[in-house]
Nanobody, 116 residues
Framework: QVQLVESGGDLVQPGGSLRLSCAAS????????MSWYRQVAGKERELVAS????????TYADSVKGRFTVSRDNAKNTVDLQMNSLKPEDTAVYYC?????????WGQGIQVTVSS
């Protein structure tokens, strides 16, 4: 069974930093691109960052480029999202994601709140 479990969410002040981590199990983690999405109530789920199977290629939403960094450790089956210079508009529920055999799997979601 594919399982994705996020951790590291918190309340942080604008300009602060957080590191989210996603622990994966139940599939060959190293074979797949992994992604982070986020969603605010009333809005569509937004792709934030993705990373290739070997960690060499990454993509970012324009809104986070230069502030967020996605990384992975295939030995530990984890993918992280380092978030720096956080803004109130980064407030959302963040989800770890993988598409396997045409099916999207999601973590439980973790709240990140950026507020003073």
């Amino acid at each position: 069974q594919v399982q994705l479990v996020e951790s590291g969410g918190d309340l942080v002040q604008p300009g602060g930093s957080l590191r989210l981590s996603c622990a994966a199990s139940g599939f060959a983690f190293w074979v797949y691109w992994m992604s982070w999405y986020r969603q605010v109530a009333g809005k569509e789920r937004e792709l934030v960052a993705s990373i290739s199977r070997d960690g060499i290629s990454t993509t970012y939403a324009d809104s986070v480029k230069g502030r967020f960094t996605v990384s992975r450790d295939n030995a530990k089956n984890t993918v992280d999202l380092q978030m720096n210079s956080l803004k109130p508009e980064d407030t959302a529920v963040y989800y770890c994601n993988v598409e396997r055999d045409g099916v999207r799997y999601w973590g439980q979601g973790i709240q990140v709140t950026v507020s003073s």
